[in-house]
Structure formats: C-alpha cells, structure tokens
C-alpha cells in the first residue's frame, strides 16, 4: 500500500521532516507559500533569516542522521561556512566575566548565514531523498476529524484567488513555523484547550554585515552576552565570521535598550556594550549594505504533548510548537532533533501504526522543554518582561548556573558540562552530574580574567583596527 505524507513548509524543519519521511513513505508533498530563492539568498517568510545563527554541534548530528549518506558539514564547509570549537574557538563575555579558552576546544558549531544554511539542506534532502517535492501553496486547514487528520486543504499555486485542493496523506507536518496557525487549525476539528504561554522580553534584534578586514579571518568569535540580572535592560552584541569573506554583526537589546538602526549609533552601540571589543573590532571593517532590524523574538510555547487525545496522522515540530528568544541559538537544533524523533519512531513501527503522531509529538515536547527550561531561565529576570517573573526554582537554578559558569572561567570539567549543553548534545542533567556538581561547589581556581583572553597575533589584529581610540 503506498504512502504519502504533506509537509506544510519548505523551511528547515520542513525539509528536514520530508527527510526523515521519505524513508518510510512513498511520497513527501512539501507545500511552501514562498518564493523559494534559487540559491543562498533571504527569503520574505523568514523574519530572523538575516540575523546571526548558530547550528549547535546536537542540531548538526541530527541533521547528519537525517539526510541518507550525511554529508551536512562538508556541504556547509564547502560553501565556505566556518566550524567554531565552542572551548577555544570563541571569545565570550558572560554574566560571570570572560572564559578562558582551553586546548580542549570542546564541540564544534558551524557558523554561516541563515539562507545558505537553509539552501543546502534543501538542496541535499532534494537530491537524496526519494519522493520529496515541493509545491507552491498555502495550506488553509486540516482535513479529517478531531480523531484523525487525513490531510490538508490548500490553494496551489501562487494566486490566492485559485481553488482550495483537498490533498490526502497518512501524515501530515506542520513545520510551517512562527505563523503556524496549527491551534486554529485544531480547533476547527473540535480539538480545544491547548495551553499556551509566552514571555516576551521587548527583543530587538539589529545586524548589518561587513567585509572580513585582510588578515583577520582567523579572529575568533566574538560574543557578549546580555546580563539578565543586574536589572537593567540587556544588550548583547556578537561577531561571527560567514560565508563569503564577510563578518555577519548582530546586536540585540530587550525593551528599554533596543538597538539602533542607523549606521552611526550602530557603532555608538557596540562601544556602550559591557565591554567595548566588538565595536573597535568593527570599527575598522567595511560595511556590507544596511543595517537590518527585526522584533519577532519572543518565546513562544504551544503544549500540543499534553492534549489528551491527539488526533493519529497529524506531527508538529520546529517554531511551530515553540519559539526561543534566538540570543540563545536553540532553534534550529531543536528543529533537527524533533526531525530525528520522528524518523526513529517511523523506523519502529512505520507510518501506519497506531499512536505513532502522539509518540513523536511527546518526544518533540521533551525536547522543546529542556531549551525552552534554559531560555524562559534567563529571560525572566530581565527589566519589564511580560508573561512571567522568576519564582523560587528558578532563583534556585539560576544561583546554581551562575556559580557552575563562573567555576567554568577556570575548571575544564566546568567548562566540558556547560559545552555538552550549550551543544545540544545532552540534555540539561548533564549539569548534575558528580563533576559537573564539585566544580560549581568548589568555585573559581583562578581569578577572574581582567580582559578577553587575546593571543598577541589577535591583539595585534584588533589594535590594527581599531579606529575608536585617539
């Protein structure tokens, strides 16, 4: 008996659920309302696309597992991304002051823009995932019952005024991101009562790209992040280095500390941050265009796991069931893994068999949970958040984090535990584990670094180009 299944979305998690799909159905109908760009350029649907992105070392294993014959990273690497070890390859200023950088580089992330991200592996999964298509559309609703959706309604086709196509599949994905209207979708089959919450800190995110200054393609990354905890608004920047020779610059403030978008108090902005490196790094390189400003940053959680009785044929994943506030890179590894969790429960008992949607939909839950754990974590103590203040486990955790990062700043098995999550590639227990537990109790071993840990070929560099000293 043939199979097919419609995914609604061509993004990242769209294809890589037709990845994990194709495997175990005949057909995969991949239904985009976009445009979809011929290369590695923006697309409208994608309001994020054109700030800083981080792949996690977890997120790239699932994408690998996802995509027969793997081949991500090579791809990535080959279209001229960057591979950053998170113990060596970075400069972070945290809440608890700079990290040393250790021999032990830890995992690997890749760094690169959102649109060749997303090229690529549309391009692999298209090329080596039988059965998988796309169609221009714009699916309108569920077809089926509260009991079992059968498929879905669309108008293909790029005009909105063509007729509504009724098309059939034993699966349907709703991968179709932060305009999911998949609670709508639910409710008109008679399914009600999903919980959802959001916090909002006021999110603004600023980026503006710039040519790689001669010399300094080796300058590591370059991150500092926002104090949630001295209560004043947070204002983070970041360097990273892209495909193309370019720098992509990303800054971001919640509300009351918004970034600016003209090009001189862009500049203005980085100096004022905790520390002034990124703007006298930048200072010197070449502006690449304009300044690009976007507020779609709020965390969003849909608890579809807990709906008492999930309709059989119907899977959500990716920004469709929760999106982080994107300071914190989680998004596209949780998309990843939800893909993975999917393929290893079609591989247990194939598309047909009963309760396959609600297993994959509670393991895509658990998922969500530890990122959304760690992003709501932090993001409650900013100043003027909406949707929630920080209560007596969070206090308890945070305390906790705090003191495990600071110990981090000087003890490698600090450093190895908050690596393995801060990759993705485990879970938030690994933080309680025995060595994870005596490094927070025993504390920094060192004293704290006066200022970010530089070679003297980077100080060099960042002397060089500096253009903000007299």
């Known amino acids: 008996m043939p199979y097919r299944a419609v995914v609604v979305g061509a993004g990242l998690a769209g294809m890589l659920a037709a990845a994990a799909l194709s495997a175990a159905v005949d057909e ?23 700030h800083a992105h981080l792949l996690m070392p977890g997120g790239l294993d699932a994408m690998e597992e996802l995509i027969p014959g793997g081949g991500v990273r090579e791809a990535l690497l080959a279209a001229g991304a960057h591979e950053v070890a998170l113990g060596s390859g970075m400069l972070a200023y945290t809440t608890e002051g700079w990290l040393r950088r250790w021999r032990d580089g830890g995992p690997r992330m890749v760094t690169c823009s959102r649109a060749l991200l997303d090229w690529v592996v549309r391009a692999l999964v298209l090329q080596h995932c ?34 509504v196509t009724e098309l059939a ?65 947070g204002r983070s920047g970041m360097v990273l280095p892209i495909e193309g020779g370019r720098w992509m610059v990303s800054l971001a403030g919640t509300r009351g500390g918004e970034p600016p978008a003209d ?36 965390n969003t959680r849909r608890y579809l796991e807990r709906v008492r009785a999930w309709p059989e044929g119907l899977v959500v994943l990716g920004d469709a069931v929760a999106t982080f506030n994107p300071a914190y890179g989680q998004g596209m590894a949780v998309a990843a893994i939800g893909a993975a969790g999917l393929r290893r429960e079609l591989e247990r008992g194939g598309p047909a068999a009963p309760g396959l949607a609600r297993r994959v939909q509670r393991r895509a839950g658990r998922v969500v949970e530890a990122a959304w754990a760690s992003a709501v974590g932090q993001d409650v103590w900013f100043p003027e958040v909406r949707g929630g203040r920080p209560g007596l ?28 999550v801060t990759s993705m590639r485990r879970g938030p227990g690994r933080l309680l584990r ?15 670094l006066a200022g970010p840990p530089l070679t003297p ?9 500096d253009r903000t000293s007299p």
Request: glycine share 12%; charged share 25%.
């Open 28 to 50: 995969v109908l991949v239904v985009e309302r976009d445009d979809l760009p011929g290369g590695p350029e923006h697309r409208r649907g994608l309001p994020q696309g054109r």
């Open 130 to 163: 039988p059965g998988v298509r796309i169609e221009r559309g714009r699916v309108v609703e569920l077809a089926g019952s509260g009991s079992r959706v059968t498929g879905v309604r669309a108008v293909l086709g790029a005009e909105d005024a063509a007729p």
């Open 169 to 233: 599949a034993d699966l349907v994905v709703d991968a179709a991101g932060r305009g999911s209207r998949i609670v709508t979708w639910l409710e008109s089959l008679g399914v009600h009562g999903i919980r959802e919450r959001s916090i909002d800190v006021g999110l603004v995110n600023a980026t503006r790209l710039y040519r790689t200054p001669e010399g300094a393609a080796d300058f590591p990354l370059t991150v500092l992040q926002a104090d949630p905890y001295g209560g004043r608004p």
């Open 263 to 298: 090009a001189e108090g862009f500049l203005r902005y980085m100096l004022d941050l905790p520390h002034p490196i990124v703007g006298r790094l930048v200072s010197g390189a070449e502006p690449l265009g304009d300044v690009h400003v976007s507020r779609s940053t709020k």
């Open 393 to 420: 486990a969070d206090r308890l955790v945070t305390g906790y984090s705090r003191r495990l990062t600071g110990a981090a700043a000087s003890s490698p098995g600090a450093a190895r535990a908050l690596w393995d």
């Open 434 to 448: 025995p060595d994870a537990v005596l490094a927070a109790l025993a504390g920094p071993l060192l004293p704290p």
């Open 457 to 465: 070929a980077e100080r060099k560099i960042l002397a060089e180009l």
